[in-house]
């Protein structure tokens, strides 16, 4: 094993450089990861454009354990050179939202309560190793791990945790099942995935985009959605209206991230005794709210984000059945010199057209 580590650290506002690390001594409880790729999300993008403490990047991370003590392997059940996609929570495994299977909302993993989780500590907190933009990672003792398929291609299995949000949001918090009309604003990576999810618990699926997102919206098609629906030159209300009959969508959910009237045209497409999902900040009140519409229809509405253990799992066991032609969704693959432009891409400001922008350390 190398003595020294490669990493991309976020130094400054929109600024990352190569830097050497030593390889951490590890206690009977951690682990080395060797990282074989990294997906690019929006919270990467958002750390990288603000001018902050300098830390490693990354936390769509998939790769091989390369070292790994005695009650590591026992407890997570995995030994050195097995392929492992992990999650970016570090849970304290002891409070409330821990032992009731919601470590997701564990305060010890909240970076804004001075929590850790991957990809967002500083490397001045040792050994500094705490995101995938590098070569290997540090494993905390509380590290939650899956195993990832010998035979998926590395670029579909970077998208293990937004497919695992997509799983989340849709089977367990939307309840999708066969039969149900399930309406999506935002084709980008995450609107795709829980597209995909929705597909895969036999629902009817309309993706709801701008001219800006028309490539994504084609995309989305290409992978099985039923409908698409842009926005900029249809009437979303009669559109919804002549797909479903009259009956209007059973489960809508609005991760756009800019602006607020995804979720107020939410209320108005979701059926009688319906449900709107949001899962995205939008940072700004709704200044056209209307709650009436949600006691006249009775809806229910509910804030989503994360994922579960449970829907970790669903993810890892979708990709490898390798139903649909996930590695569409990747648009950009970079080297890990140029994680610096795979943060510009993803952000809209690098190369054209970013979905699933990845990086291979």
């Not at 002891?94 to 997701?104: D, H, K, L, N, P």
């Not at 970077?158 to 799983?167: D, I, R, S, V, W």
């Not at 409908?227 to 002549?242: H, K, M, P």
């Not at 432009?341 to 993803?346: E, I, Q, S, V």
């Amino acid at each position: 094993m190398a003595r020294k580590v490669i990493a991309a650290v976020a130094v400054g506002e929109k600024q990352t450089e190569l830097q050497e690390f030593e390889m951490p001594q590890l206690s009977p409880e951690e682990a080395i990861l060797r990282v074989e790729i990294v997906g690019v999300c929006g919270t990467d993008v958002s750390y990288y454009s603000k001018n902050q403490e300098p830390r490693i990047l990354g936390h769509h991370v998939v790769g091989y354990i390369e070292k790994i003590g005695d009650v590591a392997s026992k407890k997570w059940g995995f030994i050195e050179g097995d392929r492992v996609a992990m999650e970016e929570y570090i849970p304290c495994g002891q409070c409330e939202a821990c032992r009731t299977g919601v470590y997701r909302s564990c305060i010890f993993t909240d970076p804004r309560s001075g929590g850790i989780r991957y990809g967002t500590i500083p490397i001045s907190l040792k050994p500094s190793l705490w995101g995938g933009f590098s070569q290997y990672m540090f494993l905390h003792p509380n590290t939650v791990l899956h195993k990832m398929a010998q035979h998926v291609p590395a670029v579909e299995a970077a998208l293990t945790l937004p497919l695992a949000n997509g799983f989340e949001w849709m089977s367990i918090e939307g309840g999708v099942k066969p039969g149900k009309v399930v309406a999506i604003h935002g084709p980008g990576q995450q609107g795709l995935a829980c597209g995909l999810a929705a597909k895969a618990a036999g629902a009817e699926v309309i993706m709801i985009g701008r001219s800006s997102s028309i490539r994504r919206l084609e995309l989305a098609r290409e992978l099985g959605m039923d409908y698409t629906i842009n926005i900029s030159n249809e009437d979303l209300l009669s559109r919804v209206n002549d797909i479903t009959g009259g009956r209007m969508v059973d489960i809508v959910l609005d991760v756009t991230s800019g602006g607020t009237a995804p979720v107020t045209s939410s209320l108005e497409i979701a059926k009688k005794g319906g449900t709107v999902l949001l899962g995205a900040y939008k940072y700004e009140t709704i200044p056209e709210f209307n709650s009436d519409l949600i006691i006249k229809n009775t809806l229910t509405v509910k804030g989503v984000r994360g994922h579960s253990y449970q829907s970790v799992k669903m993810a890892t066991e979708f990709i490898a059945s390798r139903q649909f032609p996930l590695s569409k969704l990747n648009s950009h693959n970079y080297r890990l010199d140029q994680v610096d432009l795979a943060l510009k891409t993803a952000g809209g400001e690098g190369e054209p057209s970013p979905l699933l922008v990845t990086v291979t350390p």
